[in-house]
Structure formats: structure tokens, C-alpha cells
């Protein structure tokens, strides 16, 4: 192994002087992120000082006592220069939030590591399933700012004439389906689900769709359209648009039109689903975006994904749940399952198409791209 060349997000120096309680605290960071190495024996500047023996048993005990909940990392010796030096692998954490034995949060931010902010360890405990945003009540918003309309036309899925109910059962339905929090104002999933403009209490809420003329951002822009509303409008509106702005390519065989192979309208409305039910409500100050290009359409939500879920699980079915009440509501308005059966099935449509999708985890936002089959084209497109 060589050093590496400076500290970042995923590497740390550290002198063979370090205490037990900073090395746990950047320990507790690294396993709060993406993991990362610390190298023991080197200085900030680079320069190799060493260890003088041996400091495994001491970097177990650490992450076994000091470490909460514990881990157990990767430790390994080598000389550099005729200089003994260590190398402390830490993996991504999978029981998240950790913390130290005096009770402190870290993350890891570029080169440094801080003390978590509320907003952080919000998202670290939604990320371990141990918090649940879409049940949070909403302290600025009021039961005027939900569609009672389309919370009876809801109730009545189960043969319940919500809008002819007492106002002291119609609080009781709405409460015990998580509409309404204890205190009696709409939760966050409520609010999304069946707010009659969510985005005024919700500013993170929303799609915004744009589609250009190249395979770059920065190509001419053809359209640009952002959707407001109820979460269901919202999914029904930005698929509208997607449908809008794709044009099946075909062929001339003899005297007839042949439209070749395209993706079903099921695989745009299986991504935007995801999309909207799935992403960390959260962050603030970020939409969903949905970005079509020349060659391809991206799918673009705030957040990672949570602790025991990865890429790989994705495609074959895993199934997770960030917001239980969006799952729930969504479910039984029949635009999605609780199966996991949703993206195995973009992928199969992919492959049928002689194409790939593309899932990518990075930073606090997830990416879904979608390519398109050869030849695709879009509504701008002259040549078929």
C-alpha cells in the first residue's frame, strides 16, 4: 500500500500521539459517512514519524468501548521508508447514527470531521429507520390546508362515507391514519398525499422537469416545467410531461408505419413513484428533478439511501421504506406495492431494450438513468 497523497472526505493522518477519545471521534465520523481509512504514524503535512509498536488491540478496544453502537474495523501494518506505520480501514457504518461514549455525533465533511447539526442527525436516524419524517407534524400548517375531497373519495376505498361522518370521527379517521398528528395538524406525508398545495408549508416539495436538446446540461433547453400540488398530481403531471416530450422512433417496411420497442408509460411512473415516496423530506431546498436529455433521462431525489440497503440490492427486488406513511398512503391509493417488484421490473424493461439503468448513491442526493433505446428521439426529432 502507498500513502495517499493528501486528506480528504475518506482519509485521515493521524500521529502515533492521538488520543483514544479523538481517535474515536474520527472513527464514529468515518462510520457516520461513507467510511474511510485513518492512517496512524503520519502527520498532517505527510511526513512519516511511525508507531513504536504495535496499536491493534488498542483500536479494537476503542471501537468496541468508545464507539457506539460498536465496530469492528480493519487494521493493517507496513513500512514505508524502513518506518512502521498503520492503516485503520473504517467501513460504512450500517447500524448508524454512531456516537462516542460521551454522547457526540461526528461526520465526516471534506478533510475535517464536526459535530453533527440537527438536520444531520435527523437524516442519520431516518437513514437507521430509528425516525420517520412523513409522521412529523407540520407546526405551521392547519386541517384547512388538506382536500377534503380527496380524503373522502380515499375513506371511500374502504366503504367509509367520510364527508357524511361527525367532525368528532372525521378527526378520529384522520388521526388514527396518520393524516393528522396528535396535536391535530397535518403530518408531513399528509400534507404531501392530500395538502391542496403542499409546496406553500413543504417548499422542498415538488418536481421540477426539464428537457434538452443535447446529452449535456448545459445544452439548449426545450422545455422546463415545475409541479406543485398533491403528491399523486404531482407524479400524474411530470409523467404527462415525459409522455409530451418522447416520440416513439419508427421505420417504413413496405407500406407501413412500424413503431420500434420503447419503454411503457410503467417504468417512467415506477421511477417518479420511487422518486417522490423515497426521497429524505428532510433536506430542504431541493426538488426532485427530472432531467431529460438526447440520449438518456435522469431521476434525481434528496438523499442516500438507508443503512441496509445498497445498490446492488436494488435491482433484485430489496424493499425499503424511509417514509411508512407515504408507502402507506401511496400503496393504497394503488400507485405502488410494498413488494419491491417495481424496479427489478425497469430493469427486465431495460434489458429487453438492449439497455442499462444506472443507480448511483452520491453525496445527499440518489440518481436513477434511464437510457434510451437506439435511435430514441425526442419531441424536437424530424428524423425517424
Known amino acids: 500500500m502507498k500513502i495517499p497523497r493528501a486528506e480528504n472526505q475518506y482519509i485521515e493522518f493521524k500521529s502515533e500521539k492521538v488520543s483514544a477519545k479523538k481517535l474515536a471521534e ?48 480493519s487494521y493493517q501494518e507496513m513500512e514505508i521508508d524502513n518506518v512502521k506505520v498503520a492503516c485503520i480501514e473504517i467501513p460504512k457504518g450500517v447500524d448508524r447514527p454512531y456516537y462516542t461514549s460521551n454522547n457526540r455525533y461526528f461526520i465526516r465533511v471534506g478533510s475535517t470531521k464536526r459535530i453533527a447539526s440537527r438536520e444531520e442527525l435527523v437524516r442519520l436516524f431516518q437513514a437507521s429507520g430509528l425516525f420517520h419524517y412523513d409522521l412529523i407534524e407540520i407546526s405551521i400548517a392547519n386541517i384547512s390546508q388538506l382536500d377534503m375531497s380527496a380524503i373522502s373519495d380515499y375513506f371511500s376505498r374502504y366503504k367509509i362515507s367520510f364527508i357524511n361522518e361527525s367532525e368528532e370521527e372525521k378527526l378520529r379517521l384522520l388521526t388514527a391514519s396518520d ?30 422537469y426539464a428537457n434538452f436538446a443535447g446529452n449535456e446540461i448545459g445544452a439548449d433547453l426545450l422545455d422546463k416545467k415545475s409541479f406543485g400540488g398533491s403528491l399523486p398530481r404531482q407524479i400524474d403531471n411530470t409523467l404527462a410531461a415525459i409522455k409530451a416530450n418522447i416520440m416513439t422512433p419508427s421505420t417504413i417496411k413496405g407500406s407501413k408505419r412500424v413503431e420500434k420497442p420503447h419503454y411503457p408509460d410503467k417504468v417512467f411512473r415506477e421511477l417518479l413513484v420511487n422518486a417522490a415516496v423515497h426521497r429524505n423530506y428532510s433536506i430542504t431546498g431541493s426538488q426532485i428533478r427530472v432531467l431529460m436529455f438526447s440520449d438518456r433521462i435522469e431521476f ?18 430489496t424493499s425499503f421504506s424511509r417514509n411508512p406513511l407515504l408507502v402507506r398512503l401511496m400503496e393504497n391509493l394503488g400507485y405502488m406495492d410494498k413488494l419491491g417488484r417495481g424496479l427489478p421490473m425497469v430493469c427486465q424493461e431495460a434489458k429487453r431494450l438492449e ?18 433505446p ?7 426529432a424530424t428524423d425517424f
Not at 498532517?44 to 476503542?62: A, L
Not at 398545495?197 to 416539495?205: T, Y
Not at 437506439?374 to 424536437?380: A, G, L, N, P, Q
Open 355 to 372: 439497455q442499462t439503468v444506472l443507480f448511483e448513491d452520491s453525496g445527499e442526493e440518489f440518481r436513477v438513468t434511464l437510457y434510451w
Open 300 to 317: 434525481i431525489s434528496p438523499g442516500r439511501l438507508p443503512n441496509t440497503v445498497s445498490i446492488e440490492k436494488l435491482a433484485v427486488g
Open 179 to 208: 393524516i393528522l398528528g396528535e396535536n391535530g395538524r397535518p403530518t408531513v406525508g399528509g400534507a404531501l398525499v392530500f395538502g391542496i398545495n403542499p409546496v406553500e408549508i413543504l417548499p422542498q416539495a415538488g418536481f421540477i
Open 374 to 380: 437506439s435511435r430514441h428521439c425526442h419531441s424536437t
Open 26 to 73: 474520527e472513527i464514529v465520523a468515518f462510520a457516520n459517512g461513507e467510511g474511510g481509512e485513518i492512517w496512524l504514524g503520519i502527520e498532517d503535512d505527510r511526513q512519516v514519524t511511525g508507531i513504536s509498536r504495535s496499536y491493534e488491540e488498542d483500536v479494537m478496544n476503542i471501537c468496541r468501548e468508545g464507539v457506539i453502537p460498536p465496530l469492528r474495523p
